[in-house]
């Protein structure tokens, strides 16, 4: 990237604005082995754009503002927004990972669970399959908040999982298993370990 010129004093609030709208959108500029120059990363959905882009996407931007102001160059956007190397999955981490050894900083993958709906009605058919394969109403609960836990909070690992031995047929496929959640649903306690031996 080459130096970049400043803009003059009264633009530099609205691209102080504009740079927050392109964080918040969640770009930030890299550098890495994949292109020899710097280009803008979405930590949101990895597209990797050239820096070009950010001058078509100011003019939009600026259609919506009251004060308007020129365009500062590509190299003084991108060198106002977050630098990165690349892309790691942290959850529960800030937007960017800085590595305490390298110090390269990474774009954080991870997105935090929002809801989007404040309520929704549970169908019917959803409380009876829970009560037909939890009769005990203390498990049913206790399984009801382990799924609602592991949902709504994906970055928290629980301390302890859910087992669900039984015989073929009685509806545990119909469990969700988000991955890495450890909810397993088991047919037969060889599929624990195979090294475990079972009467």
């Known amino acids: 990237m080459t130096p970049a010129s400043q803009p003059p ?12 709208d392109l ?12 292109a020899n120059q710097t280009r803008l990363l979405n ?3 990895g597209t990797k754009l ?4 950010l001058q078509g996407d100011f003019r939009t931007y600026q259609r919506g503002q009251e004060i308007p102001c020129e365009f500062p160059g590509v190299d003084y956007v991108a060198a106002c927004l977050p630098h990165v190397v690349g892309t790691k999955f942290m959850p529960g981490a800030g937007m960017l990972f800085t590595d305490p050894v390298t110090r390269m900083s990474f774009a954080n993958t991870y997105r935090t669970y929002e809801p989007t709906h404040q309520h929704a ?3 019917p058919l959803f409380t009876q399959f829970f009560e037909g394969m939890f009769q005990d109403t ?10 609602a836990h592991i949902i709504q909070r994906p970055s928290e690992r629980p301390s302890w ?11 545990k496929g119909f469990l969700p298993a988000p991955q890495g959640t450890g909810f ?6 060889r599929q624990i370990s195979p090294r475990w031996t079972f009467a």
């Open 50 to 53: 050239p820096l070009s882009f």
């Open 43 to 45: 930590r949101m959905d």
């Open 9 to 20: 004093e009264a633009s530099k609030a609205a691209i102080a604005a504009y740079v927050r």
């Open 138 to 147: 203390r498990e049913r609960q206790i399984v009801l908040q382990y799924l």
């Open 184 to 189: 397993a649903a088991l047919r037969t306690g």
């Open 121 to 123: 009605q549970v169908s």
């Open 161 to 171: 999982h859910i087992m669900i031995p039984s015989d073929t047929g009685v509806g």
């Open 23 to 34: 964080e918040e959108r969640g770009f930030c500029a890299i550098d890495d082995m994949s």
